[in-house]
């Protein structure tokens, strides 16, 4: 008999028949002699609407009372839930947060987890009930209500696994699991059986949009063994699980991510000097803007260029910083490109193979599309290209490296 921890996001409790449809899965685990725990988000939209409500009353609304409104949308679903389960005569009993006592700090509306007493639950599921927990809520050490930011229930299901040393976490959601690369942009995208917590993180371009990644992080930190699956098909989802633990199909590479959203910034001509370095970084990171790639050439003459990429939408504040200090750093020339995207190949097989690089750059080469910028890290070789070319290297990646689904033609054709 195993311990389940199953999460229901938005989409999968946005109706009474949905809500209708999870009890009869979560009734059918029952049957299997299953201990269960579920975590629930709050009907589609309702978290939305809520936050709604209160901006009609002011722009601010102190957080506090923010974390008392938004945490509703959630009691509302457990107790709809246990009613279901109830229907069918599965012994069910729903707790906010602050019942199973899920401590947190006491920063509202992005509050963290600090410590979870699973004592009543424990004692809940002894007794032979199904435990349905309300997602994204806790409590501070005043008793406030707080709430952990957006997408929290995943984080809620994730500390709930830790704490019970629950034998799975089943994330179900609405699409099939984690895909080697977005299948917008590339049509025989592959479902990935499992992915390891490392590689999860990589993927975060892609991944964000189906587990929030803090959740991930937390589970790669605790090992508890996670897994992404549609509440609506049939299918054993995507597990992310510690290294080792995993059987891919490809040991090496796990996919593509990619981001379009990137601008890059060069600062040209300044002295080989200590401290130039952060002298370039120091004020942008300062300003709060976040900086990813960063590169910065051998000396020639004396002289350096230093480029890095930030969000496309802090280009101009950071562009601006710099021109700010080009005299005081003595540089040739600040300049900005705001068309370029960053595509990456990420897998933990990679770091004993040799051959990824070269595998990728002649793949990128084959398509006639210019590298502008090359960096590597122990499971993730990135590049960032001109925007134009972006979904056509991710393809030619995705094909280099063998990851479309060999089932794909097939079922399109029949
Ligand atoms: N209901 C919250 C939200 O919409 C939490 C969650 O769904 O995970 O962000
Ligand atoms: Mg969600």
Not at 8 to 32: L, M, N, P, Q, Y
Not at 105 to 123: M, Q, V, Y
Not at 242 to 269: C, H, Y
């Amino acid at each position: 008999m195993a311990l389940l921890v199953l999460k229901f996001g938005g989409t999968s409790v946005g109706t009474i028949e949905r809500i209708e449809a999870v009890a009869d899965k979560v009734a059918g685990f029952r049957a299997a002699g299953d201990d269960i725990v579920v975590v629930l988000s709050a009907m589609s939209g309702e978290t939305n609407r809520l936050t709604d409500l209160a901006q009609q009353i002011m722009d601010y609304p102190t957080p506090r009372e923010m974390d008392v409104l938004l945490s509703t949308g959630e009691q509302v679903t457990i107790a709809l839930l246990s009613m279901a389960l109830e229907k069918r005569g599965v012994p069910a009993r729903s707790f906010t947060g602050n019942q199973v006592q899920i401590r947190t700090c006491e920063t509202h509306t992005k509050a963290r987890i600090r410590e979870i007493d699973g004592t009543r639950i424990s004692a809940q599921l002894q007794q032979g009930n199904v435990v349905v927990v309300a997602g994204f809520q806790g409590v501070d050490e005043h008793g406030n209500i707080t709430t952990l930011g957006r997408g929290g229930s995943d984080t809620t299901a994730v500390a709930l696994a830790a704490a019970l040393d629950a034998d799975e976490c089943q994330i179900y959601t609405d699409v099939k699991g984690v895909y080697t690369t977005d299948p917008r942009v590339v049509e025989d995208a592959k479902l990935l059986d499992s992915i390891t917590f490392e590689e999860m993180l990589e993927l975060a371009s892609l991944g964000a949009k189906v587990l929030q990644i803090r959740a991930v992080e937390f589970a790669g930190k605790y090992k508890v063994p996670l897994r992404v699956l549609s509440s609506f098909e049939e299918g054993a989802g995507t597990l992310i699980s510690l290294e080792g633990e995993s059987k891919m199909e490809d040991p090496t590479i796990a996919g593509i991510a990619f981001q379009r959203d990137e601008a890059k910034l060069t600062v040209a001509g300044i002295p080989d000097i200590p401290g130039i370095a952060y002298q370039v970084i120091g004020p942008v990171s300062a300003a709060g803007i976040e900086v990813d790639v960063i590169v910065q050439n051998a000396a020639a003459d004396g002289n350096n260029d230093i480029t890095f990429t930030v969000k496309r939408s802090d280009s101009e504040r950071a562009k601006k910083i710099l021109d700010d200090l080009s005299p005081s750093l003595k540089a040739e020339s600040v300049s900005l490109d705001k068309k370029i995207g960053k595509v990456s190949v990420v897998g933990v097989g990679m770091k004993s193979h040799a051959g990824i690089a070269s595998k990728m750059f002649k793949a990128l080469a084959d398509e006639n599309i210019n590298i502008q910028i090359i960096t590597t890290s122990e499971i993730k070789i990135s590049i960032v290209i001109d925007e134009k070319y972006l979904e056509l290297a991710v393809r030619a990646l995705h094909s280099a490296f063998d990851l479309g689904d060999p089932d794909y033609e097939r079922e399109s054709i029949t």
